[in-house]
């Protein structure tokens, strides 16, 4: 069991930046598949991005390729989401989740943290 809390959202306007970070705590974070969610209002719980647990493989969804880095550091025990470009659309709750693989699904990730806004405005 990983314990997760993101941080790092806010408000940006449209091709702004902003870098999420989520925080884990626990005794078996490396060995964990990592991964980053969206949930805009009203819409399903979406892919964003995942990383292998020695950082060696990274997936990203389509919405996000080219624009969004996932990477990071077993040594801190922490996730990071680096988002570039930020458009509106990319306006939602923000959530890091922990798994035993990669996967788009939602249902496969084990742990989850509470969420953090990124708000794009136009």
Do not use: H
Not at 84 to 112: I, M
């Amino acid at each position: 069991q990983v314990q997760l809390v993101e941080s790092g959202g806010g408000l940006v306007q449209a091709g702004g930046s902003l870098r999420l970070s989520c925080a884990a705590s626990g005794r078996t974070f490396s060995s964990y598949v990592m991964s980053w969610f969206r949930q805009p209002p009203g819409k399903e719980r979406e892919f964003v991005a995942a990383i292998s647990w020695d950082g060696g493989r990274t997936y990203y969804g389509d919405s996000v390729k080219g624009r969004f880095t996932i990477s990071r550091d077993n040594a801190k025990n922490t996730l990071y989401l680096q988002m570039n470009s930020l458009k509106p659309e990319d306006t939602a709750v923000y959530y890091c989740a922990a798994g035993v693989r990669s996967s788009s699904d939602y249902r496969e990730y084990r742990d989850w943290g509470p969420g953090t806004q990124v708000t794009v405005s136009s």
